[in-house]
């Protein structure tokens, strides 16, 4: 009888002496640092940046400001956010004013984890100002945000052509735009035909699908560490590749009727917006972005093992969705895949994060590069008319 009480004690007090051990190696590889999960990560603002809208949703808050860092330690970016909700410095000039550039989309146009001044947008403009043939004050309004899809930004669009009255609209689409939509559009006020006219009445931002749960082992760092790496897990595998419920690249994975069919409520946003900017004699320009998985198997390597994404090369069926768009409608876009795979090619440095899935200093001087002389092509039109 003794002899078995006495090897359940030792076998305890091994256990105990083990997780002991562990306890200490945890505390003394992580301190109070601990590891930043891969999982899927729907890039998310703090909160002191953004408010509720009854029409858009959310939208940033007027005068807000904020340092943002990676929890993977990609970046350190300062937001500031200016007196008419956009990402960006300075006040709107009354009465007589420069040319005026709006530039709409998601996160690629917001500048996630950049700063203010090397976001595209900013860097055209800084280039436009010192053409000689342009007024030396065009600015550009960055009015990108992230997880914003084409029917919110269809909606600040009009908002914007009201109130600024602009020279040239820019619209960037990507392929993480139909999910947003998807989302935004399920509970939505909509037309008859199809187009949103404002939000739900109580739309929020999508919750995260993980639970936060409190354990009473939360004290300990091993169980902190292991509950994190179980819950990326879990995370990951609950993604269900084409899926918009489970999916925040849906639409570039599947079938092409599958993903023409994700892909149809967005462009119908877009059409709507170029007819608007038509209908008053402005410019249109559509820009279409890849994601990283489309670009090159060596960007995005911690995004892809999130999004259970292989390092290979994948099909764009998307891109040939959003081609056919474009002719059909003869709208003027800018197809930057060719630009951004050649960049991803020849350049040491990332295009993309390796964890987020937009594009790094790098790809958005590269963008610059490549939309300047059509967006001062743009304006010169609007002045000769």
Known sequence: MIRPLLIAAGGATTLLVALLMAELWARWTYGTALPAPIQPNEVELPAELVEPDLVLGRRFRANASKLIESAHGEFVALYQINDIHLRGYGLVDPGSRPPYVIVLGDSFVEGWGVMSDSIFVKEIERRLRKMEDMHYRTRLFNAGMTGYGAAQSYLLGRQ??????????????????????????????????????????????????????????????????????????????????????????????????????????????????????????????????????????????????????????????????????????ELDCIMAAPLLRKLAERSSSPVYFRYDHTLTTIGHHALADHLLNKIAAALRKTREN
């Open 160 to 329: 914007l052509i009201e109130s600024l009255d602009p020279d040239v609209v820019v619209f960037v689409y990507t392929s993480l735009m139909p999910v947003a939509d998807h989302r935004f559009l399920a509970g939505a006020e909509i037309d008859a035909e199809g187009l949103a006219l404002r939000a739900a009445s109580a739309n929020e931002s999508p919750a995260s699908t993980a639970q936060e749960t409190r354990f009473i082992l939360d004290r300990s760092t091993l169980f902190k560490v292991l509950r994190i790496k179980w819950e990326a897990r879990t995370a990951r595998e609950a993604v269900e590749p084409g899926d918009p419920k489970t999916d925040l690249f849906a639409a570039t994975r599947g079938t092409r009727e599958t993903i023409a069919r994700l892909h149809q409520h967005s462009l119908k946003h877009v059409a709507a917006l170029a007819a608007m900017a038509k209908a008053r004699g402005l410019p249109f320009i559509f820009i279409h972005i890849p994601l990283p998985h489309q670009v090159s198997t060596d960007e995005w390597a911690n995004g892809r093992a999130a999004y259970r994404f292989e390092a290979r090369d994948y099909a764009a069926p998307d891109i040939e969705v959003v081609e056919a768009f474009c002719t059909r409608l």
